[in-house]
């Protein structure tokens, strides 16, 4: 009992908070394995705390961001409708007053579904509406109905599309929200006159899809977290009206459909910004 109380000590340490190291030489050799593994799971429990204290503080300023981009819009919105109610805006302005208001409502109405899409995907329980379709018939009418609005941003659009059926197994609407977040971005973080690339090519197994510009380009230092959630900042490319969660949206649509995203660096020649997706024909079965 004496020769394992320096191993005990530890354990009773660490479950009040405290953590104590077991000396090797302190305990019979027979113990040393126990000890060894003791320490490594001591060393995992402390990387788990240490991560999850970070992932804590970053939902904390992503719920007060989130909390400053609602109350704007919404200010503004509760204003102007008071403003009106009153009868104290004038005849001619009055419109521009409920335009404002209907603009404030969808950045707000985007901001909620952002943040209810990526709650949804996430969860454990979420199950994948996946049907028999033609990829390439997909993207041809999302980009058809893109196409507009590109022209009215000044972008072009150059896709490579082959003319036969490429069939797989997806989720349809996510994999509209996916191009939607990609395309997104794009339009929002390029200038005009830049040129967006579509190109879909198959394998026996896979199909690859490469959704590029050759606009301002993604800087290298934020490549690593790029599709991690709540990424916050300018240069991080998300869609989530400042809640960092487009990119990580795109990824676990990538992930419920057994694929896989990355951004490709360097990017090919003529490319400032290269997405490459790789999808399964056939789903397993999970």
Request: proline content about 6%; overall charge negative.
């Amino acid at each position: 009992r004496r020769s394992i109380r320096p191993l005990n000590e530890a354990i009773v340490a660490y479950a009040q908070g405290r953590r104590v190291e077991v000396e090797p030489n302190r305990l019979p050799l027979e113990f040393q394995y126990v000890t060894d593994s003791f320490t490594r799971l001591l060393d995992q429990l402390e990387q788990a705390r240490v991560e999850k204290e970070h992932a804590d503080k970053q939902k904390q300023r992503v719920i007060a961001d989130l909390s400053h981009d609602l109350k704007t819009p919404l200010t503004v919105i509760q204003g102007y409708a008071q403003a009106l109610a009153d009868g104290i805006v004038p005849e001619d302005k009055q419109k521009r007053y409920l335009e404002t208001i209907c603009s404030k409502a969808a950045a707000s109405t985007d901001l909620m579904d952002t943040l209810f899409a990526y709650a949804r995907l996430d969860h454990p329980d979420y199950t994948l509406h996946a049907e028999a379709l033609d990829l390439c018939e997909l993207v041809k009418a999302y980009l058809a109905e893109k196409y507009t609005e590109l022209e009215a941003a000044g972008f072009a659009l150059e896709p490579d599309l082959p003319d036969q059926q490429i069939s797989c197994q997806a989720d349809p609407k996510l994999l509209r929200r996916l191009f939607e977040n990609l395309t997104g971005n794009a339009l929002k973080y390029n200038p005009r006159g830049t040129t967006l690339f579509f190109s879909l090519r198959e394998t026996p197994d896979t199909i690859r899809l490469t959704i590029a510009d050759n606009g301002v380009g993604i800087p290298p230092a934020i490549a690593d977290t790029l599709f991690e959630p709540f990424v916050i900042g300018n240069q991080a490319r998300t869609t989530g009206c400042g809640t960092g969660l487009g990119m990580a949206i795109v990824k676990r649509i990538i992930e419920l459909h057994q694929g896989a995203i990355r951004l490709v660096l360097p990017p090919q020649e003529g490319y400032k910004t290269e997405f490459e997706i790789t999808l399964p024909r056939q789903l397993r079965d999970e």
